[in-house]
């Protein structure tokens, strides 16, 4: 039966619904849009502090931003199937648990319950509740032993997609201005402007699931991002003076 949104009373704020199933993904989305901007202009910022020609740029730019987006998609991919198998093989080995070693099972779940300061007495009708049912005994170990429930789990295509999507579209940003007709500075200029923009947004947005402060984290980015441009930038100076 699906529950009903509560209704505000009069001085309370109004009920405010979880992030549901994006939840999970929210790691990729900022990592994946975030690691596109700073990693691309970084690596822009440091190819026009060497002097190269703004068409070398550009082809740096290119190469690079498809390079990462394939990096990207293909290690979150990988890194999500292998924590899912890991799932499934404790998922499996908790059901023998439960099979072949039930009080053990019960007396870890009672402490657990226990731990989390239910009252004894409590805890014993809870765990003999549980005990009648395997497969609700099952989810609230997966539950508490795991710290994992069944809508918790990612699914490592859509991570990969849109891990690898998001750093392509991040990164792209910092390499279009070098399609046009400019300097390697003019077009670093405007790759520094659209990039601030974008990497406040995404620090910004990012506010929508950590409930923080929206102009504090949207600078946190931008200044952390400023600091790795103006490093890179000035070792590219260094290398083309000195090679």
């Known amino acids: 039966m699906a529950l009903q949104e509560p209704q505000p009373e009069t001085g309370v704020p109004p009920y405010v619904e979880h ?7 929210w790691r990729d989305i900022i990592l994946g849009v975030n690691d596109g901007l700073v990693s691309m202009f ?14 070398t740029v550009l082809l740096t730019g290119v190469a690079g931003a498809i390079a990462g987006s394939i990096s990207m998609g293909v290690g979150e991919y990988i890194a999500t ?7 499934h093989g404790e ?3 908790e059901r023998e648990h439960i099979k072949h070693h ?15 300061g239910m009252n004894g007495a409590l805890a014993e009708e809870v765990v003999a ?19 994992f429930i069944d809508e918790q789990r990612r699914n490592p295509y859509v991570a990969m997609a849109v891990s690898g999507g998001l750093f ?6 910092s390499v279009i201005p070098f399609m046009f007709d400019v300097t390697p500075r003019t077009g670093l200029l405007w790759a520094a402007v659209v990039s601030g923009v974008a990497l406040f947004g995404v620090g910004a947005a990012k506010t929508l ?16 991002a400023a600091i790795g441009a103006g490093v890179s930038y000035y070792v590219g100076v260094w290398y083309q003076a000195n090679f």
């Not at 392509?168 to 940003?173: C, E, H, K, V």
């Not at 699931?209 to 952390?224: F, K, P, Q, S, V």
């Open 19 to 25: 992030l549901g199933a994006s939840r999970e993904y």
């Open 91 to 93: 998922v499996a080995l």
């Open 209 to 224: 699931a950590t409930r923080g402060h929206w102009i504090r984290a949207g600078l946190e980015n931008l200044t952390l």
């Open 168 to 173: 392509l579209s991040g990164a792209m940003t």
């Open 81 to 87: 199937k292998a924590q899912e198998e890991v799932f």
């Open 42 to 55: 970084l690596l822009v910022a440091g190819v026009v502090g060497g002097a190269l020609d703004t068409r």
């Open 129 to 147: 509740a549980y005990d009648e049912d395997d497969e609700a005994l099952m989810k609230i170990m997966m539950a508490l032993e795991f710290g």
């Open 102 to 116: 039930r009080k053990f099972e019960l007396d870890e779940l009672r402490e657990m319950f226990v731990d989390t």
